[in-house]
């Protein structure tokens, strides 16, 4: 047995001497102890290769389908296949200008989160609303139909994307779920920080998220030449610091000179231990009053009406 189903097996017996401990004959003290619950397995994380990647979604592209359609906004998203299923029909919203969000209802870890979408899930999205008026047309609260029920859906989805990867030319088996660990490792090597991978994810904690990337040796490579080029505790003097005192004084000098402390302050503040650091914080704040005061004493006064 694998050691999740070994530790839910030694929970209910150790429930069951619980609630023997007030029978006559109660089980002898110390039979089972928490660290004889074995931990659970670690599975590494399964993203699909980028080879792979590339040939699923032209193959899920080329379909234009329901099931399809469906599959490629999962793996454009990180949604579970769960979530998938349970968006609504006006999932998408409009933050105003280029910006829109995904809705992503209450899933597995009881959360609900906003993930940004760009123009080819919004397209993929308009395609679902057209096809989910088709019959059997979906039910009012759903983007997508279930004629048959949830589970039903579900078994279909995972049958299209089986399909989709043989007809793509992958050769191994492909579950839902390595969707979700593609996405998380492309957006971590497009750039994005772990704690926004976190937010993205709908994740507690970053050992969750941690669980689902895949960090490969080009990966760790061009990491690590990026850090020689530019180390950050290299990072160069402001220019106004490093110059010398100016002849004449004016006040966009002042305002630089000001610009410059609060900047090297900063990095000096950083570079220290917390205790002194609260007290640079107050010092920071207090530059930074003293700079805008300054650029109200040198303001033009305001014509009166």
């Known amino acids: 047995m694998s050691a999740t189903s070994r530790a839910a097996h030694l929970i209910r017996l150790r429930k069951l001497f619980d609630l023997l401990a007030d029978h006559a004959f109660p089980p002898r003290p110390g039979l089972l102890l928490s660290q004889d619950i074995p931990r659970a397995d670690q599975v590494l994380p399964r993203p699909l290769t980028p080879e792979d990647d590339a040939r699923l979604q032209a193959e899920l592209h080329r379909r234009l389908d329901l099931l399809s359609s469906a599959l490629l906004l999962t793996r454009l998203t990180g949604m579970r296949i769960g979530e998938t299923m349970d968006l609504a029909p006006d999932c998408l919203r409009h933050l105003g200008s280029d910006q829109w969000v995904l809705h992503v209802p209450v899933g597995k870890l009881h959360n609900e989160r906003w993930t940004p979408v760009d123009e080819q899930v919004r397209e993929i999205i308009a395609r679902l609303r057209f096809l989910r008026t088709l019959p059997p047309a979906a039910p009012p609260d759903f983007l997508l139909p279930r004629p048959k029920g949830r589970n039903t859906l579900c078994v279909q989805l995972r049958a299209a994307l089986s399909d989709g990867a043989t007809q793509a030319g992958i050769s191994v088996h492909i579950v839902p779920h390595q969707m979700r660990h593609t996405y998380a490792t492309s957006m971590l090597r497009a750039g994005v920080s772990l704690p926004a991978l976190m937010k993205l994810l709908g994740h507690r904690t970053a050992n969750m998220t941690l669980r689902y990337v895949e960090i490969t040796q080009k990966d760790l490579q061009r990491e690590f030449h990026l850090a020689r080029q530019s180390p950050r505790h290299l990072i ?27 900047r090297l302050m900063d ?3 950083q570079h220290n231990s917390p205790v002194s650091g609260k007290i640079l914080q107050l010092l920071l704040r207090r530059l930074v009053r003293v700079r805008s005061a300054f650029e109200k004493l040198i303001s033009p006064p305001k014509p009166e009406k």
Do not use: M, W
Not at 237 to 254: N, Q, Y
């Open 236 to 262: 160069p003097l402001p220019a106004a610091v490093a110059a010398s005192d100016p002849d004449i004084a004016d006040a966009s000098g002042v305002q630089q000179r000001l610009s410059a402390t609060i």
């Open 267 to 269: 990095l000096y503040r």
